[in-house]
């Protein structure tokens, strides 16, 4: 099966690396703005023959989906255009985009994709994305879900950093008492303590995990999403960036708190996983693409949580890639949000 | 004697603007200080993560 990558950035090439691990994918073409500044990546990739490397034109790519199993973006900017194409040609699409706006553009597409079968997954990469498959295997432990609240430290690589930089200066909606709230990014600080990770105060941010998490699961009466940030980042999120991101990005972690119901009395359930962010939001994106491609996610656009049948199956498969998920025992019932 | 009492009435209108400018300046600072220190809760006390394993994760689809 060919696949098509879009973007060989931090978490693209992880992307790439567990794509050409999978044994259902023969070929790989990378579709880049800058085809020059990611030889360098494309050739520690090892995979002469397997690997084409092509400059992102709307030629390349109609060439390169003919025939394609599915289609990877991994790069920053709109992919909506790119999504629509994919559909219209019955390709399924994985997306690792945390933007709002991205993710909202990819949904709309949910019409079409049921029509043709195919899986339109927007937000596949560690928030959302391994967040909503954490929160998707925590809901199948309860009767009834009624909150989820994810929170992440890090960032996979540079357009990460920069997303997440806009993501705490604006203004977003925030699923609470079953209706959408506007609120500020950067408020309602929350020390989180992750897994491998001492605590680290979170604060609301513009990310769409409220949006995929309340599609996926209707009897939610409140969804939210933190990140971990620091003063400076506060302080300094309506200027430009003081200096450049890391080009491979930081180490990352996500922890997502579930509480519902199981026979009649209040469940909490905290998940977590912890690795380089890239690593863990690639390996999400090359997993849910080989199983969009074999036609393992419900036809249709949403998160994985929508997708996804058997949200256990694919952490097993996560963890044999070396996501190691975690469970937080014996805490008691933390407090409320 | 009317001037006098309108500079008098220039000058109290003047110093209760610069009061309520120091007022606001103040309650401003007092807000970003507010905002940027502090800590967001307590860590928790007991308990501790826990690593699943595979079989761990598997056999909730089915419960």
């Given amino acids: ?337 | 004697m009317a001037t006098e009492h309108r500079g008098a009435g220039r000058r109290a209108n003047v110093t209760l603007l610069s009061r309520a400018l120091l007022a606001v300046v103040m309650a401003g600072l007092v807000a970003v200080i507010v905002r940027l220190r502090g800590s967001g809760g307590t860590p928790p006390h007991r308990g501790g993560w826990r690593q699943l394993s595979e079989t761990d994760l598997e056999p909730m689809d089915q419960a």
């Avoid at chain 1, 559909?87 to 994709?113: F, K, N, Q």
């Avoid at chain 1, 302080?235 to 990005?249: Q, V, Y």
């Fill in chain 1, 1 to 337: 099966m060919r696949a098509v990558l879009v973007g060989l950035g931090a978490v693209g090439a992880r992307s790439a690396r567990q794509l050409l691990s999978s044994k259902s994918v023969s070929e790989l073409v990378v579709l880049s703005r800058k085809p020059a500044l990611v030889e360098g990546r494309v050739a520690a990739l090892g995979a002469t023959g397997v690997v084409r490397l092509e400059q992102l034109r709307p030629a390349a790519f109609a060439q390169a989906l003919a025939g394609a199993g599915v289609v990877l973006l991994a790069a920053p900017g709109p992919g909506g255009e790119l999504a629509a194409a994919s559909v219209r040609a019955s390709v399924p699409v994985v997306s690792v985009s945390d933007d709002p706006a991205e993710v909202r553009t990819l949904l709309e597409l949910d019409g079409e994709a049921r029509r043709r079968g195919v899986a339109v997954s927007a937000g596949a990469g560690m928030a959302p994305g391994l967040s909503c498959l954490l929160a998707a295997w925590a809901v199948t432990k309860m009767d009834e879900v009624t909150e989820v609240h994810v929170a992440t430290l890090g960032t996979g690589g540079p357009a990460c950093a920069r997303r997440r930089h806009a993501a705490l200066r604006e203004v977003l909606d925030e699923w609470r008492d079953g209706a959408w709230a506007r609120k500020v990014a950067g408020s309602g600080r929350e020390l989180v303590w992750f897994p491998g990770y001492s605590g680290a105060d979170c604060y609301r941010v513009n990310r769409p995990d409220s949006l995929l998490l309340t599609r996926a699961f209707p009897t939610l009466r409140a969804a939210t999403a933190r990140a971990a940030a620091s003063r400076r980042d506060r302080f300094t999120s309506r200027l430009p960036m003081l200096r450049p991101p890391h080009p491979e990005g930081t180490v990352g972690a996500v922890r997502v708190e579930v509480r519902g119901r199981r026979a009649g009395e209040a469940e909490v359930v905290i998940l977590g996983a912890a690795g380089r962010a890239a690593l863990l939001a690639g390996t999400v994106a090359a997993s849910a693409a080989v199983r969009a491609a074999t036609g393992r996610l419900r036809p249709g656009a949403g998160g994985l949580a929508s997708l996804v049948s058997s949200p256990g199956e694919l952490l097993a498969e996560l963890s044999e890639r070396g996501v190691n998920i975690l469970t937080f025992e014996g805490g008691g019932t933390p407090a409320a949000w």
